[in-house]
Antibody
Framework: QVQLVQSGAEVKKPGASVRISCKAS????????LHWIRQAPGQGLEWMGR????????NYAQKFQGRVTITADKSTSTAYMELSSLRSEDTAVYYC?????????????WGQGTRVTVSS | EIVMTQSPATLSVSPGERVTLSCRAS??????LAWYQQKPGQAPRLLIY???TRAIGTPARFSGSGSGTDFTLTISSLESEDFAIYYC??????????FGGGTKVEIK
């Protein structure tokens, strides 16, 4: 069965960086894009970007351009999202999500989420 | 950027009632609209894609309709496990992919 397992919770100081992993299993990793979506406390869902693992190409939301880097390691079926210059507003749960088949850009499987707290 | 607006923000209903949730796009998204259900402490779960196609495992009491800018998610008879927050998401024009602000369905 398809599973996306994310790394554990992080506590970071303002100005630091955080790197979250998302290990995929149960499907051919290279065949599906992986996206990152975040959710601030009590708020809605915000798309951050995606990676096409087979090509290593990433696209980002303009809001995060220059601060976010999404990569993928095909050898370990793991995607990574690194967010730099953290500020308190980056406190959120970060999810990875698999893009549904045939390049239809909705999400059929989600990771369990990784809570990131930014606090001095 | 396409802005997705959901209404109402909160819906108070009793089990067994019929529920209708609305999602409006700031410009046409054709039928490229998905609905998700999120329960407290959990990741969102895909319910509907293509505006009206139920995802695998979505109960038949959930139905989606609409195209262009106006969409509806209907729950024909609310069950206890349906109390959750529901989000719509457009995937017609991106980046960025955008979500609505959510509708919370709570017990009356």
């Amino acid at each position: 069965q398809v599973q996306l397992v994310q790394s554990g919770a992080e506590v970071k100081k303002p100005g630091a960086s955080v790197r979250i992993s998302c290990k995929a299993s149960g499907y051919t990793f290279g065949s599906y894009s992986l996206h990152w979506i975040r959710q601030a406390p009590g708020q809605g869902l915000e798309w951050m970007g995606r990676i096409i693992p087979i090509l290593g190409i990433a696209n980002y939301a303009q809001k995060f351009q220059g601060r976010v880097t999404i990569t993928a390691d095909k050898s370990t079926s793991t995607a990574y999202m690194e967010l730099s210059s953290l500020r308190s507003e980056d406190t959120a749960v970060y999810y990875c999500a698999r893009e549904a088949p045939r390049q239809t850009t909705y999400f059929d499987y989600w990771g369990q989420g990784t809570r990131v707290t930014v606090s001095s | 950027e396409i802005v997705m607006t959901q209404s109402p923000a909160t819906l108070s209903v009793s089990p067994g009632e019929r529920v209708t949730l609305s999602c409006r796009a700031s410009q046409s998204v054709s039928s490229k609209l998905a609905w998700y259900q999120q329960k407290p402490g959990q990741a969102p779960r895909l319910l509907i894609y293509g505006a009206s196609t139920r995802a695998i495992g979505t109960p038949a009491r959930f139905s989606g309709s609409g195209s262009g800018t106006d969409f509806t998610l209907t729950i024909s008879s609310l069950e206890s496990e349906d109390f959750a927050i529901y989000y719509c998401q457009q995937y017609n024009k991106w980046p960025p992919l955008t979500f609505g602000g959510g509708t919370k369905v709570e017990i009356k």
